[in-house]
T-cell receptor
């Protein structure tokens, strides 16, 4: 089945710096790659996603890039703020196309 | 709209006891999922349902059963709880197939098995 690897597991940055989280996936047929943010005590929430027919997508300070050949995709957060501190998960669709398989998560800490 | 609601929010069980976690969504979503979240392990799919009356196994289904008798509800059962099932459980739903649609998550159920 689909396997998603996510790195790093923890990331600490200063406010205003950029943060990059990387994921790789195993199933070359996967074609949808969302990113979720989980704040303390809450369920994950979708922040951005990308489909396999595009290489990059931006939404204000957040961007996602996809390299289908290498089977990896990345989350880029620019001008980080303390409220960006959270756990971030990448995901890919399972082989049946019916459920999301998540990476192990990255705990991002932004210090002011 | 309440979105996805999980009941209960916290529970402590003794080894061998049984319990049912309830997930309810009011968005008329077809697909529903149960995940467990453990430190360093991320979110792992336990079971899921692609519609009323259907269920399927995910990555870690052993020790759990599920039922989807009504479209809006997805129940997760533990017949004989074990300490290894101590975890935070999340329910999620999507409007259509997992492909390309946003998954909405509940607030989680923190389960401790002693």
């Amino acid at each position: 089945g689909e396997n998603v690897e996510q790195h790093p597991s923890t990331l600490s940055v200063q406010e205003g710096d950029s943060a990059v989280i990387k994921c790789t996936y195993s199933d070359s047929a996967s074609n949808y790659f969302p990113w979720y943010k989980q704040e303390l005590g809450k369920g994950p929430q979708l922040i951005i996603d990308i489909r396999s027919n595009v290489g990059e997508k931006k939404d204000q300070r957040i961007a996602v890039t996809l390299n289908k050949t290498a089977k990896h995709f990345s989350l880029h957060i620019t001008e980080t703020q303390p409220e960006d501190s959270a756990v971030y998960f990448c995901a890919a669709i399972n082989q049946a196309g019916t459920a999301l398989i998540f990476g192990k998560g990255t705990t991002l800490s932004v210090s002011s | 709209n309440a979105g996805v609601t999980q009941t209960p929010k916290f529970r402590v069980l003794k080894t061998g006891q049984s319990m049912t976690l309830l997930c309810a969504q009011d968005m008329n979503h077809e697909y529903m999922y149960w995940y467990r979240q453990d430190p360093g392990m991320g979110l792992r799919l336990i079971h899921y349902s692609v519609g009323e009356g259907t269920t399927a196994k995910g990555e870690v289904p052993d020790g759990y059963n599920v039922s989807r008798l009504k479209k809006q509800n997805f129940l997760l059962g533990l017949e004989s709880a074990a300490p290894s099932q101590t975890s935070v459980y999340f329910c999620a739903s999507t409007y259509n197939r997992g492909l390309g649609t946003e998954a909405f998550f509940g607030q989680g159920t923190r389960l401790t098995v002693v």
